[in-house]
Structure formats: structure tokens, C-alpha cells
């Protein structure tokens, strides 16, 4: 077994590091004012980022293909691990932010060559941002056959009515294109029922109706999550993405490079958490001696770099496992990284803000932010409790 990253990727690795320590964290406490400032709004120095991200060939670099920078799996892991150092700048300054990654990369597989014109080509550009609407508030998500959004086709239209909530974006005035989830076919056997359509934002029966806060954040910096109702909206039935019945497999399809890129993200988070620890637990001093000194803080410590270097194995070798057998081979394990990465992570981030005492749980440091967003990955793109199932059921089916 080789571990050592590939001539490209390390290349790529000094690029976007030195793009991190001259730019992007330079950049976060303007980034955070201009965020209170602009409200919903797109800060204005994320439009400066992106332009240097751009001379700095720092683009794209999700996507593999022609549409994309070319990287595998495992070549980008590391750079996404990078930019979740500073998860709320770093990928949209470099175009690799969800939603936007998902959709790109749904529309990259299965959109037909006008959808990728009109909606693909400005998304890879930067000039928009998109959302992607399948949570619904009146039943249980992590099942998606149980969406119950309701797409009906009327002569050369579909017509959809339904509530989403949770739809990530969506608040953003630039986020201009939605990937909707429904059902075209209720009689179908149960994973070909679904379907995806294309609603652009102004489309008349859409309605925005408020965004939902996160553990009391409201995300704005990244369009928030909205709630959203669509009553008789109508859209062409060249919209349809794919084939009526395939909304299932494609959001299959789009969840798989989604998990490894929150992943890798998570892991950066956990070594920014650990670095701030580190530096606040040396600079600190408790009954006439520095934190650091204390026997639980090393421990906590200690842990943090054990649990980070085992995920990142895991992590790296589900990419190598994507790339070489793809996503379905790689089934088992990207389940184990969705499971293990962010209750792990998490649970570094609660020790340093322990270390950090009272300013832990403040605005003065990222470590609160951080926390809600490791803790709502534990439900996004599926909750612990469905992967477990599943992977559960794999292993006993060895055996059945």
C-alpha cells in the first residue's frame, strides 16, 4: 500500500494552503461582519475570493470530468479536508459548496445538453448558486420513498404541489435554479415512484415562506435553509431530469461523492478545533499552572489526534474504493464514514470549547458554529440510526 499522495495533489495541497493562510482566514472576520450586514445577501469579498481562487487554478475542483478540474476522489479528499478549515468560505470561494456540488454533479450525469447549458454552465461559472429540494416537514425524510410532493404531468407540463423544508440555499437572492423531489408515479414499485424536476426561482405557486434556524443559526452565510410550499407550480416537461421514475437513483447517485466531500470537510474542522486547543489550552492558566499541564486536557488532546487520523484513513480509503470499484462497491464503507466522521468530530469540538471555557460557546471563537454544523451532518444526507441499519444488514446477509 502506497500512502503517499500523488504529484498533483500535492501540488494542488501548497496551492490551496497558501491560498488558506493568505486569503480565506485573513478574510473571516470581514466575512462575519459582512454577513450581519448583508443579511441574506452574497458578502461582497466572497466575490474577491472567488476571483483569486481562479488565478490560483483553485476552481472546481470537486468535480471530475471535463466539466470539472479532473481530480479523482482521493485526490480531491485532502483538498476538501483543507478547505473545511474554514467551512463556510473556503468552498464557496472556490466553487466547491454544497448544495451547488451536488446539483453540478447531478446535472454533469443526467441533465440533458440544454439543461447543462442554461443551468450547468452558470453554476460551474460561479454566477448563480442552487438548492435542492427533497426534505419535507409532514414525513420522515431519511426514508425518501416517502416523499410525498406530488408531480403530476399535464399535457407538456408537470404540475407540482408540496411543502419542503430544510432546503439549503434557498434564502440566497443568487440561488436561482431548484432540483425538486416528488412523486410522478404513486402506483410504481416503491424506489421508481420518484422523480426530478427543474424549477427556476421566479416560477409563479413557489413560494419562499421563511428560513429555519440550525441549533438557533441561521446560516446566512451560505442562503440558509428555507421552507418552501409549491402550490400547482408548473414547469416544461423538458425539466425532467433524467427519466420519470429515476429520482430515486439519482439522488442515490448524488449523496455518495456528497458524504466523502462532508467528510473530509469534517476532518479539517476537527484539526482547526484541535490547533485552537492546543494554542488556548498553552496560553491559559488554572490554579497556578497552564492548562495544558492538566492530566484530562492532554488526554483530550491525545484522543483528538488518535479519532482524526483513524477517519481520515477510513475516508481515504473509501475514496480510493469510489474511484476503483465505485460508489456501490464502496457501500459499506461510505456508510462507516458517514457514521463515524461527524460524532467524532463533534465530540472533539466539544472539548475544545470545554478548554475554551465560556468563549467556547461564543461568537469570539468559530468552535459554536462549528459544533451545530458537525452535529447537523448526524442527520443531513441520511441520520446515523438509517446508515447503521443498513450497514447492519449487510453483514448479517453474509450470513443469512
Not at 481562479?54 to 478547505?83: C, S, V
Not at 447543462?116 to 454566477?127: A, I, K
Not at 448563480?128 to 420522515?140: C, G, H, N, Q
Not at 476503483?324 to 469540538?349: C, D, F, M, R, Y
Request: hydrophobic fraction near 40%.
Amino acid at each position: 500500500m502506497d500512502f503517499a499522495f500523488d504529484s498533483l495533489t500535492e501540488e494542488l495541497r501548497g496551492r490551496l494552503l497558501r491560498f488558506m493562510d493568505e486569503c480565506v482566514h485573513p478574510a473571516e472576520p470581514a466575512f462575519e461582519e459582512q454577513v450581519r450586514m448583508s443579511g441574506w445577501g452574497v458578502p461582497p469579498l466572497v466575490e474577491d475570493l472567488k476571483d483569486e481562487a481562479r488565478k490560483r487554478g483553485l476552481w472546481n475542483l470537486f468535480l471530475p470530468g471535463d466539466h470539472g478540474a479532473g481530480l479523482t476522489n482521493l485526490q480531491y479528499a485532502p483538498l476538501a479536508e483543507i478547505m473545511g478549515r474554514s467551512p463556510h468560505l473556503a468552498p464557496v470561494a472556490t466553487n466547491c459548496a454544497a448544495p451547488d456540488t451536488g446539483n453540478m454533479e447531478v446535472l454533469s450525469m443526467f441533465g440533458s445538453e440544454w439543461q447543462r447549458q442554461e443551468w450547468l454552465r452558470p453554476l460551474l461559472d460561479g454566477e448563480i448558486r442552487s438548492a435542492f429540494a427533497m426534505t419535507e416537514p409532514d414525513v420522515a425524510s431519511s426514508d425518501a420513498t416517502n416523499i410525498a410532493t406530488s408531480i403530476v404531468r399535464d399535457g407538456d407540463e408537470y404540475v407540482i404541489n408540496g411543502r419542503k423544508w430544510f432546503i439549503s440555499g434557498a434564502m440566497n437572492p443568487t440561488c436561482k435554479i431548484f432540483i425538486v423531489m416528488g412523486k410522478t408515479d404513486p402506483e410504481a414499485p416503491k424506489h421508481r415512484q420518484q422523480s426530478m424536476v427543474l424549477v427556476p426561482r421566479d416560477t409563479p405557486g413557489m413560494h419562499i415562506k421563511r428560513g429555519m434556524s440550525v441549533f438557533g443559526y441561521d446560516d446566512a452565510d451560505h442562503g440558509g435553509h428555507a421552507e418552501i410550499v409549491f402550490e400547482d407550480v408548473r414547469v416544461p416537461v423538458d425539466n425532467l431530469i433524467g427519466e420519470e421514475g429515476g429520482g430515486f437513483a439519482i439522488a442515490q447517485a448524488r449523496l455518495g461523492p456528497g458524504r466523502i466531500h462532508h467528510c473530509m470537510r469534517l476532518i479539517g474542522m476537527a484539526e482547526r478545533a484541535v490547533e485552537l486547543m492546543c494554542r488556548r489550552a498553552l496560553a491559559r492558566t488554572t490554579f497556578g499552572k497552564p492548562i495544558a499541564r492538566q492530566g484530562v486536557v492532554q488526554d483530550w488532546i491525545a484522543e483528538s489526534r488518535v479519532r482524526i487520523e483513524q477517519l481520515r484513513l477510513l475516508v481515504l480509503k473509501t475514496a480510493w474504493l469510489m474511484d476503483t470499484v465505485g460508489n456501490q462497491g464502496a457501500h459499506t464503507e461510505i456508510q462507516a464514514i458517514k457514521i463515524s466522521t461527524p460524532i467524532a468530530v463533534e465530540w472533539i469540538l466539544d472539548k475544545a470549547i470545554q478548554v475554551h471555557g465560556a468563549g467556547g460557546v461564543s461568537q469570539d471563537f468559530p468552535l459554536a458554529a462549528l459544533w451545530a454544523g458537525a452535529r447537523s451532518l448526524r442527520l443531513a444526507d441520511g441520520p446515523d440510526e438509517v446508515h447503521k441499519r443498513s450497514l447492519a444488514y449487510r453483514e448479517l446477509k453474509q450470513y443469512m
